[in-house]
């Protein structure tokens, strides 16, 4: 989909578009408004200010839009493969990791999610699942008002990869 196009979508299929890169609907509706835009650049500024203008409630929304990597291994070890086929230039390493580090970032997602009331966040394009294990276990120590603001700058970085990658797909956008 090319920003023309985005640009001229009606606005209720256009926030369809937008809710493959966020979930937080107070930032769908938010960016909707402000449509048509310039440019890429244009776009990406205005998806950032309405992201840092929301309330701490619609972060969390957003983060409800994420597979949380729980208990299961075998869906953990999908998860990173096929993270690995979409995003470019992700690591082979990936595909190799242990049943071991794969069983520590189900249960370490899960103190998090009980040290924070929501799944963890992170934006993981190019890292392997040793280094977002790594990240885990070093955010468990954050204090809860520092953690959310991490975890929203995280959100940030992935809803505006998929930003990208909405206008790099054919018409439709991601998930068709």
């Not at 989909?1 to 938010?30: F, H, I, Q, S």
């Not at 299961?72 to 230039?89: P, Q």
């Not at 249960?107 to 699942?129: D, H, L, M, P, S």
Request: glycine share 8%; charged share 25%.
């Amino acid at each position: 989909m090319t920003l023309d196009e985005l640009n001229n979508l009606p606005p209720a299929a256009r926030a369809e578009e937008l809710r493959k890169c966020c979930g937080a609907r107070a930032w769908v509706a938010g960016l909707n408004e402000v449509f048509p835009v310039a440019d890429e650049d244009t776009l990406m500024d205005q998806a950032n200010t309405v992201w840092n203008g929301l309330a701490e409630e619609d972060w969390k929304e957003a983060f409800t839009h994420h597979p949380r990597i729980g208990g299961n291994v075998a869906a953990l070890r999908a998860k990173f493969a096929s993270t690995s086929a979409w995003a470019e230039g992700e690591q082979a390493g990936v595909r190799a990791t242990s049943e071991e580090v794969l069983r520590a970032l189900a249960e370490g997602n899960t103190r998090y999610e009980q040290q924070f009331g929501y799944i963890f966040i992170v934006f993981a394009t190019g890292k392997t699942a040793e280094e977002m294990l790594a990240l885990l276990e070093a955010r468990l120590f954050n204090k809860p008002e520092a953690e959310i603001q991490l975890a929203a700058a995280e959100q940030n970085k992935i809803t505006r990869i998929r930003l990208e990658k909405l206008l790099s797909q054919d018409p439709g956008g991601l998930g068709s």
